[in-house]
């Protein structure tokens, strides 16, 4: 069922790994330069109507995020992802709001949650969900959420903090 469509965005763009996750979904890496492109093409010319969600991974080691672009086709009832790999340092990527009106929603939460910015994206630098905030962007994996908290929060009294590590080797494996 994908075949044609992956053969049909060869054609016109570079398309990076592919992998099949089910009859009905798979998904494809692409690069920074042509995703939306890519995106765009397959809106108007291949039936995805429709934007599932776009969302964010923070590869650390790599010093990369991983954003994903799911896209639905109503007609073929499939679903495809378009990943692109962008760097950590100075995180940005072009807006697709021209596609998808409510993809700004996505792109503010991202931009707020991560530090990704959309430049041209509506609204892109207002707060969205922390207000105030002047932390790093806290779904980073170099936030340290225990300071964040030992920082702003009480210890209420009687509480103990176990070492997650340890916990886990006590209860799920107390022979070892």
């Known amino acids: 069922m994908f075949e044609e469509i992956i053969e049909n965005i060869k054609v016109k ?4 790994e592919i992998s099949g996750k089910s009859k009905n979904l798979l998904f494809m890496t ?17 039936g995805f109507k429709h ?4 969302t964010a991974v923070d590869f650390i080691e790599e010093g990369n995020f991983q954003l994903t672009y799911l896209l639905n086709n109503p007609e073929k009832k ?33 931009k707020e949650m ?16 922390l207000e105030g905030w002047h932390e790093i962007p806290p779904y980073r994996r170099d936030f340290d959420t225990k300071a964040f908290a030992q920082k702003f929060y009480h210890q209420r009294e009687g509480r ?3 070492d997650p590590l340890v916990h886990m080797k006590n ?4 022979n070892e």
């Not at 100075?90 to 929603?105: D, G, K, L, R, V």
């Not at 209860?171 to 107390?174: K, M």
């Open 160 to 162: 103990e903090t176990i």
């Open 13 to 16: 763009f570079f398309v990076g």
């Open 114 to 129: 991560f530090g990704i910015d959309f430049p041209d994206s509506p609204r892109v630098n207002e707060p969205f969900i």
């Open 30 to 46: 692409v690069n920074k330069e042509q995703a939306v492109n890519i995106i765009q093409y397959m809106n108007e010319n291949l």
């Open 78 to 110: 499939i679903d495809i992802g378009v990943r692109v790999l962008i760097s950590r340092e100075n995180a940005t990527m072009e807006t697709a709001h021209h596609i998808w009106q409510t993809i700004s929603t996505y792109q503010r939460e991202l």
């Open 51 to 54: 934007l599932v969600l776009l």
């Open 171 to 174: 209860n799920l494996y107390p």
